[in-house]
């Protein structure tokens, strides 16, 4: 090899190894995505933790047989939802029997995979 070909092998292989050096040292530091919230490690990965929305409203009916209340809410920033009057499924139907109608309650809902409300929790406003 000539003198300018060495060089510019040399100069190369230089330039290379700053830019594999420099690209690992960015992979690295994005590894915990620090500042990110919304971003998880597990990049790729669904959270299997579904959103909860949090509510306070007017319950307006409670039908045992379906499973179901209806209630008339506040908004429900977490979804972004506006205030509406909603019928709802409980997750655990045993709340229903507490409900009654008129009643100021608060509760907890989260969407399930066919995008239908579940009140997972529910208890009268103090």
Do not use: C, Y
Not at 21 to 27: D, E, F, H, P, V
């Amino acid at each position: 090899m000539n003198r300018t070909t060495k060089q510019i092998t040399t100069l190369t292989g230089t330039l290379l190894g700053i830019l594999l050096a420099g690209t690992i040292a960015i992979a690295d530091d994005m590894g915990n995505m620090n500042g990110m919230p919304d971003m998880s490690s597990g990049m790729g990965h669904t959270s299997s933790v579904p959103t909860v929305g949090h509510g306070q409203g007017i319950v307006q009916s409670v039908d045992q047989k379906a499973g179901t209340v209806t209630i008339t809410h506040g908004p429900i920033r977490e979804f972004g939802w506006s205030g509406m009057t909603m019928t709802f499924s409980l997750r655990h139907r045993s709340s229903l029997k507490f409900l009654k109608k008129g009643e100021h309650v608060r509760f907890d809902v989260v969407q399930d995979t066919q995008g239908s409300a579940v009140i997972t929790k529910i208890h009268p406003e103090p």
